[in-house]
């Protein structure tokens, strides 16, 4: 056998045993639902929740103004403001160490109380 070919096999082992060996890493979980509305000033909405993982940049997507805000977190709560108003569709995500969480939709309530001072 040729030294370029055992070359070539060495190569081909080496790369079936690494993927073999590899562990795969699960995706993120997605992030809840908000857990609560307020309206700022100026026609902001402050939109608050939990992300499962302890350290993130958590990102809003507003599709009505296609603005997107985003906040990195240390202790899975987010306090995120964003220019919506009542019936805006929107997004919500995060990513964490290189990966990103699946999407999770839902629509600004038409009501919504003043922030708290």
């Known amino acids: ?3 370029r070919r055992q070359s070539l096999i060495a190569a081909l ?13 699960p ?10 509305f307020r309206s700022t000033s100026s026609g902001l909405v402050l939109i608050e929740g939990f992300i499962p993982v302890d350290e993130a940049k958590v990102f809003i997507l507003n599709h009505h103004t296609q603005k997107i805000a985003g906040q990195f977190v240390h202790d899975q709560e987010y306090a995120i403001e964003i220019l919506a ?8 995500w995060y990513s964490a160490s290189g990966f990103q969480s699946d999407t999770v939709s839902f629509e600004i309530p038409e009501s919504l109380p003043p922030a708290e001072p």
Request: charged share 10%.
């Open 27 to 36: 995706p993120l979980p997605p992030p809840d639902e908000p857990a609560s």
């Open 85 to 92: 108003e009542g019936g805006d569709s929107m997004l919500l």
């Open 13 to 25: 082992v080496g790369l079936v045993l690494s993927c073999g060996v590899s562990p795969t890493l």
């Open 1 to 3: 056998m040729s030294v």
